[in-house]
């Protein structure tokens, strides 16, 4: 099922299948390593929906919520 990244919950494991929106933010995006095809996972979620914690490639990567709404996953 797909979803955007700010749609998943704490614990819940995707694939990116897409980046979308403004040339800027896909760009900043894909430059932090949200390709296509990367495995991640949700480890926290701040108490108002933002910023988001996920974990991708070994490391752990914050993003606002208008950032993670760019992402659509594929969840696992």
Same mark, same amino acid.
């Given at each position: 099922?797909?979803? #955007?990244?700010? &749609?998943l *919950?704490v *614990?819940?494991? /995707?694939? +990116?299948?897409?980046?979308?929106?403004e040339?800027?933010?896909?760009?900043? @995006?894909?430059?932090?390593?949200? +390709?296509? *095809? #990367? &495995? =991640?996972? +949700?480890?926290? !979620? /701040?108490?108002?929906?933002?910023?988001?914690?996920?974990? @991708?490639? *070994?490391?752990?990567?914050? =993003?606002?919520?208008? &950032? /993670?709404?760019? +992402?659509? !996953?594929e !969840?696992?």
């Amino acid at each position: 099922m797909d979803k #955007t990244l700010d &749609e998943l *919950g704490v *614990g819940e494991g /995707a694939v +990116v299948k897409m980046i979308k929106g403004e040339i800027d933010i896909k760009r900043r @995006l894909l430059d932090m390593g949200l +390709v296509p *095809g #990367t &495995e =991640l996972k +949700v480890e926290k !979620v /701040a108490p108002l929906g933002d910023p988001i914690d996920i974990r @991708l490639k *070994g490391y752990h990567l914050s =993003l606002r919520k208008h &950032e /993670a709404r760019a +992402v659509k !996953v594929e !969840v696992r």
